[in-house]
């Protein structure tokens, strides 16, 4: 793994743990957002939201096709 890759993975976990209010080592890359951290629509999109005011490029994230949180990471750093 990279380290720009690891760097871009530890900020998403961290804002993620923020917005959740949950430790970052309880984020592992299986995660499921809906499953196990029991984010509905509005919670994905707020959290969408917030990564956006953290300088990731949302605009071609579709949070239909992501189901952990390691989807997440690639999704976000596929298009940098």
Do not use: C, P
Request: charged share 35%; no cysteine.
């Amino acid at each position: 793994m990279d380290t720009e890759f690891a760097n871009t993975k530890q900020k998403i976990k961290r804002e993620l743990a923020d917005y959740l209010g949950v430790d970052m080592e309880d984020i592992e890359d299986e995660t499921e957002f809906a499953t196990d951290l029991h984010m509905d629509a509005t919670m994905l999109t707020d959290f969408m939201d917030i990564l956006s005011k953290a300088g990731f490029d949302i605009s071609q994230l579709d949070f239909t096709e992501v189901e952990t949180f390691l989807e997440l990471v690639e999704a976000l750093t596929e298009h940098e």
